[in-house]
């Protein structure tokens, strides 16, 4: 556990490209310990952000939509432990490896927030316009040379996978009734988010897509219960 720790320390420090390995040996093994990880950071994370709301130092953020679900206990367990694991991995930590997925991220982000600005989905027509003109740039640019490239991208990724994590985390204020008003204090009111978005791209980097999707997986699964148990 000690070591995990060490290298999830030492990668966040200064994340990087790596090559997630074919195979791991004993993989049952680092899932538990990474799940053990992700629980003890969400669960400290959410305890700074309780402490902060409690002692009147952020404002209350209100209700949780958690809390008022108008689905089914099945229907929402299947959606939290399967689907949005999938989708969520999908969107945020698939395109860490790729610079063009990246683009494509960033743009897809722009696009939520000016929908969610101007409350309307017709602002995400900015997202494939946005796109366009980046990967024209990039395409006719630093994309016809392999080294710019390598180099260019090595020099942004610490910063676009620390911000990959901030709007994982933010995307989570749809949890609040509030939403998008909360956004000026967003990332304290989603602080388990962000360092469990951490601890997920760390395991996408070097592991590999399908370990990230089995942590979230196993995350949301033990806070799913847990809330069935609250009830």
């Not at 404002?59 to 949005?84: E, K, N, T, W, Y």
């Not at 990246?102 to 316009?129: D, E, H, N, Q, R």
């Not at 994309?143 to 990959?164: D, E």
């Amino acid at each position: 556990m000690r070591n995990m720790l060490s290298m999830l320390l030492f990668y966040l420090r200064r994340p990087r490209l790596v090559s997630a390995p074919s195979s791991v040996w004993n993989p049952v093994f680092i899932l538990l310990r990474l799940s053990f990880i992700c629980v003890l950071v969400g669960g400290m994370a959410g305890y700074i952000s309780e402490t902060l709301v409690f002692n009147h130092l952020i404002p209350d953020p209100g209700p949780s939509i958690l809390d008022h679900r108008d689905v089914s206990q099945f229907q929402f367990f299947m959606g939290a432990v399967f689907v949005a694991p999938v989708i969520e991995e999908w969107i945020f930590r698939a395109q860490l490896k790729r610079f063009s997925a990246t683009i494509l991220f960033m743009t897809f982000i722009l696009g939520l927030i000016c929908s969610a600005v101007a409350k309307t989905y017709w602002a995400f027509l900015v997202s494939p316009v946005i796109f366009g003109i980046v990967f024209i740039l990039y395409r006719f640019t630093i994309a016809g040379s392999v080294t710019q490239k390598f180099i260019f991208w090595n020099r942004i990724f610490p910063w676009h996978f620390h911000l990959t994590a901030i709007c994982f985390a933010l995307v989570h204020l749809a949890n609040f009734e509030k939403g998008i008003a909360l956004l000026p204090l967003g990332i304290l009111y989603t602080l388990p988010q962000l360092a469990i978005g951490l601890v997920l791209g760390f395991t996408r980097m070097c592991y590999g897509l399908k370990y990230s999707i089995a942590l979230h997986s196993l995350y949301n699964l033990f806070f799913t219960i847990l809330l069935f148990i609250k009830q």
